[in-house]
């Protein structure tokens, strides 16, 4: 990646999303030394204007952001970085500089958390008890969810018509962890469909 500092008298704006839910967390700027730094770091740098120095985000609160992707713009004059947040990103103490967590998006941080439970082997769990069950009882959880929700969509309670909605995507979440898919892989299946239209 090649980026033009010169535009902006040494700076780049970077954007900072949080890659699992894809929620913008707040804006920085680096020049040339900060962008190298956190190339080499994988955390993010940035350079600070009103200190005039570096600032590594997260060094005095340990709320660093750690680097998963960097892209730039077309014009290579602009940085997207997508990051795991270590916390709360804004100095005020919420989760962004735009705000608290958004719930849009929640189902890819839902699945990271099921997959953590998994992969910790985590007592006292619903999710990993379930997953140990094997294949049959997480397929039959999911059939019997479809039909609660079949079920409430006939009548008239919108709260628990909601309520069958997401334990059933909840246990088709669990599902797709145990046939090694991801909601990503059934993204791209949805939009490739779409495209061929």
Not at 12 to 37: F, H, W
Not at 176 to 181: G, Q, T
């Given at each position: 990646?090649?980026?033009?500092?010169?535009?902006?008298?040494?700076?780049?704006?970077?954007?900072?999303?949080?890659?699992?839910?894809?929620?913008?967390?707040?804006?920085?700027?680096?020049?040339?030394?900060?962008?190298?730094?956190?190339?080499?770091?994988?955390?993010?740098?940035?350079?600070?204007?009103?200190?005039?120095?570096?600032?590594?985000?997260?060094?005095?609160?340990?709320?660093?952001?750690?680097?998963?992707?960097?892209?730039?713009?077309?014009?290579?004059?602009?940085?997207?970085?997508?990051?795991?947040?270590?916390?709360?990103?804004?100095?005020?103490?919420?989760?962004?500089?735009?705000?608290?967590?958004?719930?849009?998006?929640?189902?890819?941080?839902?699945?990271?958390?099921?997959?953590?439970?998994?992969?910790?082997?985590?007592?006292?769990?619903?999710?990993?008890?379930?997953?140990?069950?094997?294949?049959?009882?997480?397929?039959?959880?999911?059939?019997?969810?479809?039909?609660e929700l079949v079920i409430e969509a006939k009548d008239d309670s919108i709260d628990l018509f909601k309520n069958e909605a997401a334990d059933l995507l909840y246990h088709l979440l669990v599902l797709l962890?145990?046939?090694?898919?991801?909601?990503?892989?059934?993204?791209?299946?949805?939009?490739?469909?779409?495209?061929?239209?």
């Amino acid at each position: 990646m090649n980026i033009t500092f010169n535009k902006g008298d040494g700076l780049v704006p970077a954007v900072i999303q949080d890659s699992t839910t894809m929620q913008v967390l707040m804006v920085g700027y680096m020049n040339e030394e900060a962008y190298r730094k956190t190339l080499s770091e994988g955390r993010v740098t940035f350079f600070s204007r009103s200190r005039q120095r570096l600032w590594t985000k997260g060094e005095t609160s340990g709320n660093f952001l750690t680097v998963v992707e960097m892209l730039a713009d077309c014009d290579q004059d602009a940085l997207l970085v997508r990051v795991v947040p270590a916390g709360p990103v804004c100095h005020l103490g919420t989760y962004s500089c735009f705000g608290n967590r958004e719930t849009q998006g929640f189902l890819y941080s839902l699945e990271k958390i099921i997959s953590e439970r998994i992969s910790e082997n985590a007592s006292g769990s619903y999710t990993n008890k379930l997953y140990r069950k094997g294949i049959n009882k997480i397929a039959q959880k999911v059939g019997e969810e479809a039909v609660e929700l079949v079920i409430e969509a006939k009548d008239d309670s919108i709260d628990l018509f909601k309520n069958e909605a997401a334990d059933l995507l909840y246990h088709l979440l669990v599902l797709l962890r145990a046939k090694s898919v991801n909601m990503k892989d059934i993204e791209e299946v949805l939009a490739a469909r779409h495209n061929s239209k």
